[in-house]
């Protein structure tokens, strides 16, 4: 891609983040961070004393701009619950000088949001998912500004990643002629 750049996933648990952004990451070959792993990480380091809240974001935050600071472009997989992480996402892209897309994914029928809840697998050792009532009460702001919102109960997961990378590809070109 012409002008490396920041794009942020974000929605809650099981709407399919994970699968549309590696399939971003690869078809962009940006770079992955995934959010769970890191945190997971740093639980199993048996270093801290509670499960991190803030501190893998931070450490998203810090390795997102390592790789936008050498001209990668980044893909971000978490869940982005707050204005806070949202606008700390956005002051990274800034600080490099480098575009920022957000995107949102939902899902609007509950029963198949439950059910991928219910029936995902997980793919990160020691990671124990959400149960279903965690994520219906799950602290999630309301977004404040323009965004990339893509609805996976009724667009496929291809459908979804293709509709990312078309954007990443014309904010990498914009930034490229600027």
Not at 54 to 61: F, Q, W
Not at 122 to 140: F, Q, S
Request: net charge neutral.
């Amino acid at each position: 891609m012409a002008g490396a750049g920041l794009i942020v996933f974000g929605g809650l648990p099981g709407v399919g983040k994970t699968t549309v952004a590696r399939q971003v990451s690869r078809e962009l070959r940006a770079a992955y961070l995934r959010i769970d792993r890191i945190e997971q990480a740093l639980a199993d380091s048996g270093e801290l004393p509670a499960r991190p809240m803030a501190a893998g974001y931070l450490v998203g935050y810090e390795l997102a701009g390592d790789q936008l600071g050498i001209g990668l472009s980044v893909v971000a997989d978490c869940v982005n619950p707050l204005k806070i992480t949202r606008d700390a996402w956005r002051a990274v892209g800034n600080r490099h000088g480098r575009w920022t897309l957000e995107v949102e994914l939902v899902c609007s029928r509950p029963d198949e949001h439950r059910t991928r809840v219910q029936t995902r697998t997980v793919d990160i050792a020691g990671l124990t998912p959400p149960p279903w009532d965690r994520v219906v009460r799950h602290e999630y702001e309301e977004w404040d500004r323009d965004h990339l919102v893509i609805d996976t109960a009724v667009t496929s997961a291809q459908a979804s990643a293709a509709l990312v990378v078309r954007q990443a590809r014309a904010l990498a070109d914009s930034a490229s002629t600027s």
